[in-house]
């Protein structure tokens, strides 16, 4: 398992079936969640490769209202910060930082968002 799936897994304990890889479908229901991997850094040691990664995913929260974009991007972020541990059965996850979050409002679909920056240290 990757942590991709791992995340997946473990996230889906804490907000349900509204939670989907890189894109929503045509028509979700909301409050909804979306999560992407940004970047995937390999720590180098000097003559070899560590199997340490730090892995940057991305959380859109989105709602028909602030409140609701507020709620479901709190309960992600409660369940991530500071995390360590065993994720989705197999993955050793050393720590979870937040490392942003941002509020949006988008004109055209008039959906709330907020984008939540988490970096993920753990095995490969």
């Given at each position: 398992?990757?942590?991709?799936?791992?995340?997946?897994?473990?996230?889906?304990?804490?907000?349900?079936t509204r939670l989907y890889p890189d894109i929503l479908p045509q028509t979700p229901a909301y409050p909804a969640v979306t999560m992407q991997l940004i970047s995937r850094?390999?720590?180098?040691?000097?003559?070899?490769?560590?199997?340490?990664?730090?892995?940057?995913?991305?959380?859109?929260?989105?709602?028909?209202?602030?409140?609701?974009?507020?709620?479901?991007?709190?309960?992600?972020?409660?369940?991530?910060?500071?995390?360590?541990?065993?994720?989705?059965?197999?993955?050793?996850?050393?720590?979870?930082?937040?490392?942003?979050?941002?509020?949006?409002?988008?004109?055209?679909?008039?959906?709330?968002?907020?984008?939540?920056?988490?970096?993920?240290?753990?095995?490969?």
């Amino acid at each position: 398992m990757d942590i991709g799936e791992a995340l997946y897994s473990y996230l889906s304990t804490y907000i349900g079936t509204r939670l989907y890889p890189d894109i929503l479908p045509q028509t979700p229901a909301y409050p909804a969640v979306t999560m992407q991997l940004i970047s995937r850094v390999r720590d180098h040691l000097f003559r070899f490769d560590s199997t340490l990664v730090k892995s940057r995913f991305q959380f859109s929260c989105f709602g028909l209202t602030r409140t609701s974009a507020k709620v479901v991007s709190k309960q992600i972020r409660l369940a991530l910060q500071n995390y360590s541990g065993v994720m989705g059965g197999s993955v050793i996850v050393s720590a979870v930082e937040i490392d942003g979050e941002v509020d949006n409002y988008e004109m055209d679909t008039r959906v709330y968002s907020t984008m939540l920056d988490f970096l993920i240290w753990h095995e490969e």
